[in-house]
């Protein structure tokens, strides 16, 4: 069980699942969602490389900053989508949507 | 294959599951559980690398997420919320009930686990991790602060615009 192997199996398949949310839905919370998979996936490589590699314990720090990261894009998003929503009556996940026509 | 590695490869398989649920799951209820679902799987995965703080502060935040996208999802989307996601949740609840008691018992015998995994504990006390936070991380920490409140700050102006 020394391995970093499935620390980073597990990374990559989050990363994965994130990249397919992201092509294949085009609406706010499930771009959302892909974008947190895809954070925790950043999060485990750096838990991981920070337990096996550098047991300083900055990938722990660098985790946590990530955190920080994705709920600042969370309030942004919603803030956002909440007003588009009031200002053309619309759902706020056709922006993507529009976005791309 | 001995009990420790069941019970590390546990959380990886829900992990991964709920993973899969979020992508395919057609009510957006169902994929925001299965997203603190995978959150929690992933904090017991951190325990095992002797990570808890972080643990900790993810199921912390990823609740807070869960909780945000539920009532965003409600009130803006009511349409893309079927009329029996409550028996989804049903069924998804005693999966989250034994993941967090999964991971209450994996952190109380954290220690255990990690002496017969045969690995040194070095474990980061949390003195050091709040020194290291305080002392030599202390700038990327205030950018980090002025970030959120600045958000905080630019979504509620983005909110109560009228024009």
């Known amino acids: ?101 | 294959m001995n009990l420790y590695e069941i019970i590390y490869y546990i959380p990886i398989v829900i992990t991964l599951m709920a993973g899969f649920v979020v992508v395919f799951a057609a009510n957006d209820i169902h994929a925001v559980i299965a997203l603190f679902i995978s959150s929690v799987g992933l904090a017991c995965h951190f325990v095992f690398h002797n990570a808890e703080y972080c643990a900790l502060s993810m199921i912390v935040i990823f609740a807070g997420i869960a909780l945000t996208l539920v009532l965003f999802t409600v009130t803006i989307k009511p349409e893309s919320v079927s009329r029996n996601w409550q028996n989804g949740i049903r069924r998804l609840l005693p999966l989250m009930a034994v993941l967090i008691i999964l991971y209450l018992l994996i952190s109380y015998y954290a220690e255990l686990f990690i002496e017969i995994s045969g690995r040194s504990p070095g474990n980061l006390s949390l003195e050091e991790l709040s020194s290291m936070l305080l002392g030599e991380y202390l700038f990327p920490l205030e950018i980090a602060a002025v970030i959120l409140f600045s958000s905080i700050i630019g979504a509620a102006s983005i909110i109560r615009r009228n024009n």
């Open chain 1, 1 to 101: 069980m020394e391995s970093i192997t499935p620390g980073i199996s597990v990374s990559i398949i989050l990363l994965l699942f994130g990249i397919g949310i992201l092509l294949t839905r085009k609406d706010v919370v499930r771009s959302i969602m892909g974008i947190f998979l895809i954070y925790n996936g950043a999060c485990l490589n750096f838990v991981t490389f920070s337990a096996y590699v550098d047991p300083t314990g900055q990938g722990q720090l660098a985790a946590m900053f990530i955190f920080v990261i994705g709920v600042v894009e969370l309030i942004a998003v919603l803030a956002l989508s909440r007003r588009y929503h009031r200002n053309f009556q619309k759902s706020g996940s056709d922006i993507l949507q529009i976005s791309q026509e």
